[in-house]
């Protein structure tokens, strides 16, 4: 079984970076799929930015330019750094993995994070 953590969130400014890390225990990493997904009060949970096992990485249309995802197998970790940050992005932000290719939909991911809360607040 995996668990995944998620850190690095907090209040910051509009302009503001942040970078999240997740952080995967009880089984290796490396041969999943990671993706970052969001859920802002009252919406729906939404993709954010995912990377393959092989690196190919992807970056939802709504953060492209602005965020950008990577991972560390030897760490068993990934990250999302987050820069120019908005009032929308204002969400609690969770970590998910799975074996096999890109998925975009938060049904099709197995091991979830409990998540970390990004606010940006003027």
């Known amino acids: 079984q995996m668990k995944l953590e998620e850190s690095g969130g907090g209040l910051v400014q509009p302009g503001d970076s942040l970078r999240l890390s997740c952080t995967a225990s009880?089984?290796?990493?490396?041969?999943?799929?990671v993706s970052w997904f969001r859920q802002a009060p009252g919406k729906m949970r939404e993709f954010v930015a995912g990377?393959?096992?092989?690196?190919?990485?992807r970056v939802g249309d709504n953060v492209k330019g602005r965020f950008t995802i990577s991972r560390d197998n030897a760490k068993n970790a990934a990250y999302l750094q987050m820069s120019d940050l908005k009032l929308e992005d204002t969400a609690i932000y969770y970590c998910?993995?799975?074996?096999?290719?890109?998925?975009?939909?938060?049904?099709?991911?197995?091991?979830w994070g409990q998540g970390t809360q990004v606010t940006v607040s003027v």
């Open positions: 998910a993995a799975r074996t096999g290719a890109q998925a975009f939909h938060n049904f099709e991911y197995f091991y």
């Open positions: 009880g089984r290796p990493l490396f041969d999943h799929t």
């Open positions: 990377i393959t096992s092989t690196f190919n990485s």
